[in-house]
Every structure is written in structure tokens, then in C-alpha cells.
């Protein structure tokens, strides 16, 4: 009895037998290399793809078709990589909620959520694609090592010119339907005022597994520092041949303002690549990576005519599958082609970024 009263001392406890509690998380931190063309340094910090967090989930069935959940989840950043400075490495310290939600789901009618939960359009650049990059490289380069780093005899950071901006979470109502021949639906709305929708699939046949996304958003809510009544496609996908391992993921952003003075912003990158088990460790994912970007990305933003931007780089990961880890480096290059128009227009001078990052992704 002292034993079991020991046990239960030191046990993650939940408030009720009737709904369940599972905590999970990750820890993804890396270091990198940076270099603008007038001085270079190293700073470690907190992936911007995919942070570390930990998170509390749960359900209950209620009948053979309706059952209820919860899900929390809470981000730790040392030093977040994507908002290093030349001047400032600490980079945002902070701990933010990032999902606080409720929701009810039917087998046959679909989820419907509420409370603090990602849009329909969130993570389609982020998370669809086949080939096992998603560590080290994702769609919305915005969070990418170094993505803070002025242009070497600029005031432009590199995020002016990809700010592609993930749709991100809000406090909002969301619909999910069931999954009908791989194809999902998805629909939210909140804030004050924004909405979206969002058509998903995956399958794979004959030896083909494919992954895509196209949805909708529109954002009518100010926000300081932010986009402000805008609307946006944005989609993506990968294709990957499954015996050879050889894949292909793509994205593409169109974003229109309803703003005088802010130009529309188009991105879009492929990356090709080879992704199967080489070794006893698991799978590893050999990439390319090439994006360009045209356009205002946010309202804020430097006061420039044209900004225009190229990038390219390769990568590798490495699955640890007896750690539930991943491993990853690479090297990415970025260029911007910069104007600014008064009596006439003049082309501004910007020395490109390179960067050269590695790290690692352990979940529990």
C-alpha cells in the first residue's frame, strides 16, 4: 500500500476515469552559421518550422458515433531563429499558448471545434509535402534560420522579403468533414474578422503517395505590424515515388490587399529531392530547394517600390527511429532585388545572406 501511495505520488493524474489524457511534446533546437556581406556570426537558438512545445490531449466516447476531446498545447522558445538580428541574438524568448480548444466529432458528419485552434488554411505550406523534410525545411520559409538577418548594406531583413506568413492560429469556431476518398473539407471562422477554407487530400496507388492542399483566407482584422484586410490562395503538395523514393514538393501564395500602397505579394518554391532508408537509423531525405518572391509582405515593411527575391540551398535529414528523432543540416542562400522610386528609380545595392544550419527534432 505505501508502494501504490508512492506511485501515485509521483503520476501524471487527470480529474475523471471518463475522459483520457495523453502529454506529448518536442524539442527542436538548432545552431547556424550566418554571413550578409558585412559581418557573419554563429547563434544557437529555437526552430521556427517546428518549435518545442509539450501538449495535453484527450477524448471520450460518447456513443458508437459522437465522441468529445480537448487539446492544449504550450510553445517554449529559447531564442526563436527566425527573429535573430544582426544586433540582437536573443531572438523573442517566450512561452505561448498556442491551442486551447474543445470539440465534438462525428463519425459520420465530421469535427466541429472551438477556442484557441489553427485555421483551416493553417499548414498547408508547413505540412503537406512527402518527402521527410519537414524539420529542416518547410513551405513557409518565413521561419527559417537567419529569415532576420538584414541584407548586407540594408535595412531589410530577409523576412521583408519572404514573409509568407503561415495563417497561424486565432480564437475561432472550425468545421471538419469526414474523410470522403482521401479528400477533406475544412472551414473557420473568427477574430474579428477573418475566415477560411480549405480542401485536402492524401492517398497513394500503384506505388504513388500524394499530398496536397488549396484554400482560401481572408483577414479583415487589424493587426499592428500586420497585413491588414487582405485575401490569399495559397496551396501546396508533393508527390513521391514510393520503390525509388524519389519526391517532389511545391507551394505557391497569392496575397491581394484592399490597401492603397501595398502591392499584392506572390511566393511560390519547389523542392525535388530522394527520400528512403539507407541505414539501420530510418529513413534519410536528401533535398534541393528553390523560391522566389515578388511583392509587399506585410505593411509595415520598408518604404520600397519593388522588392524581389530569389533563394536556394540543399539540405539533408536523418530519422532516428529508436529515439523518435530526427537530425538535420543544410545551406540556403538568399537574394533580394531592391528599389526605391522618388523622382526616378534606383536599384539598391543588398549583399546576399548565406546560411549553414543544423540541428534536431527529439519527441516524447
Same mark, same amino acid.
Given at each position: 500500500?505505501?508502494?501504490?501511495?508512492?506511485? @501515485?505520488?509521483?503520476?501524471?493524474?487527470?480529474?475523471?476515469?471518463?475522459?483520457?489524457?495523453?502529454?506529448?511534446?518536442?524539442?527542436?533546437?538548432?545552431?547556424?552559421?550566418?554571413?550578409?556581406?558585412?559581418?557573419?556570426?554563429?547563434?544557437?537558438?529555437?526552430?521556427?518550422?517546428?518549435?518545442?512545445?509539450?501538449? =495535453?490531449?484527450? %477524448?471520450?466516447?460518447?456513443?458508437?458515433?459522437?465522441?468529445?476531446?480537448?487539446?492544449?498545447?504550450?510553445?517554449?522558445?529559447?531564442?526563436?531563429?527566425?527573429? +535573430?538580428?544582426?544586433?540582437?541574438?536573443?531572438?523573442?524568448?517566450?512561452?505561448?499558448?498556442?491551442?486551447?480548444?474543445?470539440?465534438?466529432? %462525428?463519425?459520420?458528419?465530421?469535427?466541429?471545434?472551438?477556442?484557441?485552434?489553427?485555421?483551416?488554411?493553417?499548414?498547408?505550406?508547413?505540412?503537406?509535402?512527402?518527402?521527410?523534410?519537414?524539420?529542416?525545411?518547410?513551405?513557409?520559409?518565413?521561419?527559417?534560420?537567419?529569415?532576420?538577418?538584414?541584407?548586407?548594406?540594408?535595412?531589410?531583413?530577409?523576412?521583408?522579403?519572404?514573409?509568407?506568413?503561415?495563417?497561424?492560429?486565432?480564437?475561432?469556431?472550425?468545421?471538419?468533414? &469526414?474523410?470522403?476518398?482521401?479528400?477533406?473539407?475544412?472551414?473557420?471562422?473568427?477574430?474579428?474578422?477573418?475566415?477560411?477554407?480549405?480542401?485536402?487530400?492524401?492517398?497513394?496507388?500503384?506505388?504513388?503517395?500524394?499530398?496536397?492542399?488549396?484554400?482560401?483566407?481572408?483577414?479583415?482584422? &487589424?493587426?499592428?505590424?500586420? &497585413?491588414?484586410?487582405?485575401?490569399?490562395?495559397?496551396?501546396?503538395?508533393?508527390?513521391?515515388?514510393?520503390?525509388?523514393?524519389? =519526391?517532389?514538393?511545391?507551394?505557391?501564395?497569392?496575397?491581394?490587399?484592399?490597401?492603397?500602397?501595398?502591392?499584392?505579394?506572390?511566393?511560390?518554391?519547389?523542392? &525535388?529531392?530522394?527520400?528512403?532508408?539507407?541505414?539501420?537509423?530510418?529513413?534519410?531525405?536528401?533535398?534541393?530547394?528553390?523560391?522566389?518572391?515578388?511583392?509587399?509582405?506585410?505593411?509595415?515593411?520598408?518604404?520600397?517600390?519593388?522588392?524581389?527575391?530569389?533563394?536556394?540551398?540543399?539540405?539533408?535529414? +536523418?530519422?532516428?527511429?529508436?529515439?523518435?528523432? @530526427?537530425?538535420?543540416?543544410?545551406?540556403?542562400?538568399?537574394?533580394?532585388?531592391?528599389?526605391?522610386?522618388? @523622382?526616378?528609380?534606383?536599384?539598391?545595392?543588398?549583399?546576399?545572406? @548565406?546560411?549553414?544550419?543544423?540541428?534536431?527534432?527529439?519527441? =516524447?
Amino acid at each position: 500500500e505505501e508502494r501504490v501511495a508512492e506511485l @501515485e505520488a509521483t503520476t501524471a493524474r487527470k480529474g475523471n476515469r471518463k475522459v483520457s489524457l495523453e502529454i506529448s511534446g518536442q524539442v527542436n533546437e538548432l545552431v547556424y552559421w550566418w554571413d550578409n556581406g558585412d559581418e557573419s556570426n554563429v547563434y544557437q537558438g529555437t526552430s521556427g518550422f517546428s518549435s518545442s512545445r509539450f501538449r =495535453f490531449k484527450g %477524448s471520450a466516447k460518447i456513443n458508437d458515433d459522437w465522441s468529445a476531446g480537448y487539446y492544449i498545447e504550450i510553445e517554449t522558445k529559447g531564442a526563436q531563429v527566425n527573429s +535573430q538580428t544582426v544586433d540582437n541574438d536573443d531572438g523573442g524568448a517566450a512561452i505561448a499558448l498556442r491551442h486551447s480548444m474543445w470539440y465534438l466529432k %462525428s463519425k459520420r458528419l465530421g469535427q466541429i471545434s472551438m477556442g484557441l485552434y489553427s485555421f483551416a488554411t493553417d499548414d498547408i505550406l508547413s505540412s503537406i509535402g512527402v518527402g521527410g523534410t519537414a524539420t529542416a525545411a518547410q513551405g513557409n520559409y518565413d521561419g527559417a534560420p537567419g529569415m532576420g538577418i538584414a541584407f548586407g548594406g540594408t535595412n531589410v531583413q530577409v523576412k521583408h522579403i519572404f514573409d509568407i506568413r503561415d495563417v497561424d492560429r486565432g480564437n475561432i469556431v472550425r468545421y471538419d468533414s &469526414p474523410s470522403i476518398a482521401g479528400f477533406v473539407f475544412s472551414a473557420a471562422w473568427g477574430e474579428d474578422d477573418r475566415w477560411d477554407v480549405a480542401l485536402r487530400y492524401a492517398g497513394e496507388f500503384n506505388g504513388i503517395k500524394i499530398a496536397a492542399g488549396v484554400g482560401y483566407h481572408e483577414d479583415t482584422e &487589424p493587426e499592428q505590424g500586420q &497585413p491588414v484586410d487582405y485575401n490569399e490562395i495559397r496551396a501546396a503538395g508533393g508527390i513521391l515515388h514510393v520503390p525509388t523514393g524519389l =519526391f517532389v514538393d511545391a507551394g505557391y501564395v497569392r496575397r491581394e490587399f484592399d490597401v492603397s500602397g501595398l502591392e499584392d505579394f506572390t511566393f511560390w518554391y519547389i523542392r &525535388p529531392g530522394i527520400y528512403r532508408k539507407w541505414n539501420a537509423l530510418g529513413k534519410t531525405s536528401i533535398f534541393g530547394e528553390y523560391g522566389e518572391a515578388e511583392g509587399s509582405a506585410q505593411a509595415t515593411v520598408v518604404n520600397l517600390q519593388d522588392k524581389e527575391g530569389t533563394f536556394y540551398g540543399i539540405g539533408i535529414q +536523418q530519422e532516428i527511429d529508436a529515439a523518435a528523432m @530526427e537530425i538535420y543540416a543544410g545551406w540556403r542562400h538568399f537574394e533580394a532585388d531592391l528599389t526605391v522610386c522618388g @523622382e526616378g528609380c534606383v536599384g539598391i545595392p543588398a549583399d546576399d545572406v @548565406e546560411t549553414v544550419y543544423t540541428g534536431a527534432r527529439i519527441k =516524447f
